[in-house]
């Protein structure tokens, strides 16, 4: 089982940059496709990147693609996201998850972690 607990979410203004974390624990993180979701209040969890078991592959959204790069570092059973040009949407919780299988954009990951809330204001 992949445990993770998230950081890095705060409070920004529009422009600004931040860079969440997720770290996670078990033996076999390599062998984990990891992604980042975000959930506004009200709203449906919505994908926002993914990275493949060895960090050959990501995949983005065009609502972030070119301002946010996911990235891992397998030992150190990390995964970062680092969001660039922040701009000022629905407060969000981004959340990190995980599944022993084929990268997927939508929600149907094993593992979650508790979220870390990102909020931009303009």
């Known amino acids: 089982q992949v445990q993770r607990v998230e950081s890095g979410g705060g409070l920004v203004q529009t422009g600004d940059s931040l860079r969440l974390s997720c770290a996670a624990s078990?033996?076999?993180?390599?062998?984990?496709?990891m992604a980042w979701f975000r959930q506004a209040p009200g709203k449906a969890r919505e994908f926002v990147a993914s990275?493949?078991?060895?960090?050959?592959?990501?995949t983005y959204p065009d609502s972030v693609k070119g301002r946010f790069t996911i990235s891992r570092n397998n030992n150190l059973n990390t995964v970062w996201l680092p969001m660039n040009n922040l701009k000022p949407e629905a407060p969000a919780v981004y959340y990190c998850?995980?599944?022993?299988?084929?990268?997927?954009?939508?929600?149907?990951?094993?593992?979650w972690g508790q979220g870390t809330q990102v909020t931009v204001s303009s």
């Open positions: 998850a995980a599944r022993n299988s084929l990268v997927s954009t939508t929600p149907d990951y094993t593992y």
């Open positions: 078990g033996r076999t993180f390599s062998s984990y496709v």
């Open positions: 990275i493949s078991g060895i960090g050959s592959s990501t």
